[in-house]
Nanobody, 124 residues
Framework: QVDLVESGGGLVQPGGSLRLSCDVSGKIYNFLTMGWYRQAPGKRRELVATITEGRRTVYGDSVQGRFTISADGAVNSVPNTLYLQMNNLGPDDTAVYYC??????????????WGHGTQVTVSS
C-alpha cells in the first residue's frame, strides 16, 4: 500500500506564495511519474505539474513559470517527499490540490495512488 499525504495549503493573498508538501510512504520499487493536480469547484481535475523518476518536469500551461515541482532524494530514486512551490498566486489558483503517484511499482504491482487533497484559497 502506498500513502500520499498533502500539507501546506491555506489562505493566501493574491501575489503571495505557498509551498505544498506530499509525504510518500509505503514500499515503492520504482515509478514513472509523480505530481500535483488540482480541482476547482465546478471544474474538472487538471494537471499542475509532474516529475519523473529521472527528475524531468512537466507543467500545466496556467502555472508555467510560477510553480516549481521538486522531489527529495537523488535522481532515479523514489522520493520521500514531493514539493510544489507556488509563487505569484492568483484567484484562479484556488482549488483543492492533490498529490498523485502514477505508474508506481510496489508490493501490489503497478498502480496509481492519490492523496486526499489540500485546499488552497487565494483571496484578499
Amino acid at each position: 500500500q502506498v500513502d500520499l499525504v498533502e500539507s501546506g495549503g491555506g489562505l493566501v493573498q493574491p501575489g503571495g506564495s505557498l509551498r505544498l508538501s506530499c509525504d510518500v510512504s509505503g514500499k515503492i520499487y520504482n515509478f514513472l511519474t509523480m505530481g500535483w493536480y488540482r480541482q476547482a469547484p465546478g471544474k474538472r481535475r487538471e494537471l499542475v505539474a509532474t516529475i519523473t523518476e529521472g527528475r524531468r518536469t512537466v507543467y500545466g500551461d496556467s502555472v508555467q513559470g510560477r510553480f516549481t515541482i521538486s522531489a527529495d532524494g537523488a535522481v532515479n530514486s523514489v522520493p520521500n517527499t514531493l514539493y510544489l512551490q507556488m509563487n505569484n498566486l492568483g484567484p484562479d489558483d484556488t482549488a483543492v490540490y492533490y498529490c498523485n503517484a502514477a505508474n508506481v511499482y510496489g508490493d501490489a504491482g503497478w498502480g496509481e495512488y492519490w492523496g486526499h487533497g489540500t485546499q488552497v484559497t487565494v483571496s484578499s
